[in-house]
């Protein structure tokens, strides 16, 4: 009989909310019960917790954000003698290091790296092209370093095979539809009572609070839209979920900037139960992403029976145009370069976003739900990520 083959996950610590840590997390789980394979992860963040059935080791950040410090003790403790799989679940930026090891400072690190007792597998987030849509030149060689290379989209893909001029693998990540499925409008709303009532229209936003979540374009479009329903008598309120309501953005300045306090919710800690509830009491809701790498907010929202508002560009687009609904994408009305990395990113009018918040309409929460079935990890997971894991057993 064979033994199982070791393979770390590296990521964000399975223990933590991300949408890197549920899905790194998710998948370790899947695959801890295939017996050709030993789990392990290595995680940025959390305490280490016996809830997951696979030892969790955490990244040492004062020796190396993203586990320059301390990956080759804990290959050491956790594979031994034994060759087997890394396998990170980050964007390229944060791994380079691993994939071209002739450039980093320590030798120790160098010689491990370089040793050939792991193959260096990826599932790569990609919320960004660079310019002429391709790879930017440090993405394009640390991808070569690595032996498997896989994306969360085809459009990713895509975007690798114009970078190198060779093909690449994508598969979407799942969901667990048991959570994220449809409720009653009232259970959500009455979570917000008194500020929300059942004639008010209730936007939802669920995003973090960093630079690439475009919070500005979110307190705007629900400024305008006020302004616009006021008339009728039509109450305009926002349920923002976020993680920090001070960080890149701060959102009680633009509840007062925009004259929102009265109109806004903010919720930092839900159970997914709540979430859930909350996604399908929304009318509707924005995805204000700037780019996604896939984009858990789309398809948590459809999953509840609410349609949801992104811009056109990017992972996140994909999930709508697969699902014929290009009409709820905005298109954009520019572009700008962002950061080290000369990330592309989309500029929007916000009476567009308006107007397509208007002409959504709401369609029955089946209808949205059944958009993201076949993203249900029951089906998904034996059908396409066991075959790939088994395809890399003989490698």
Known sequence: ????????????????????????????????????????FLGLGGNGSR?????????????????????????????????????????????????????????????????????????????????????TFLAKEAYQGYNR?????????????????RPAEWIPHGINLDVFKPHPVPEGRKILYPRVDDHTFLLGVVATNQARKDWGLVFET???????????????????????????????????????????????NLSQEDLAKLYSACDITLAPGLGEGFGYPIVESLACGTPVIHGNYGGGAELLQFADKAGWLVAPVGWRYEGEHNCKRPVFNTQDWVEKILSAGRPRQEE????????????????????????????
């Open 1 to 40: 009989m064979n033994h199982p083959k070791p393979i770390l996950f590296v990521s964000d610590s399975p223990e933590l909310p991300t949408g890197l840590a549920r899905i790194s997390g998710d998948l370790a789980t899947l695959l801890n019960s295939d017996p050709a394979w030993r789990v392990g």
């Open 51 to 135: 809830s997951f059935p696979f030892p969790i080791y955490q990244i040492q950040e004062k020796a190396g954000m993203w586990g320059e410090g301390n990956l080759a003790h804990v290959w050491d403790d956790f594979a031994g003698a034994e060759r087997g799989v890394i396998m990170t679940v980050w964007d390229i930026t944060r791994t380079a290091w691993m994939a071209m090891p002739q450039v980093h400072p320590s030798g120790a690190t160098r010689d491990f790296l370089s040793s050939g007792r792991f193959k260096l597998w990826g599932y790569f987030p990609v919320d960004a092209t660079g310019p002429y849509e391709r790879f």
């Open 149 to 165: 290379v896989l994306f969360y989209t085809q459009w990713a893909a895509k975007l690798f095979s114009q970078t190198l001029a």
């Open 222 to 268: 629900v400024a305008k839209l006020r302004d616009i329903l006021r008339p009728s008598g039509t109450r305009v309120h926002l349920w923002a979920h976020t993680d920090l309501l001070v960080r890149y953005w701060n959102l009680n300045a633009l509840s007062s900037d925009f004259g929102l306090k009265d109109d806004l919710t903010v919720t930092l």
């Open 368 to 395: 949205c739900n059944a958009l993201v079935k076949h993203l249900d990890w029951r089906k998904l997971y034996p059908s396409v990520w066991r075959k790939w894991f088994q395809r890399g057993l003989n490698e």
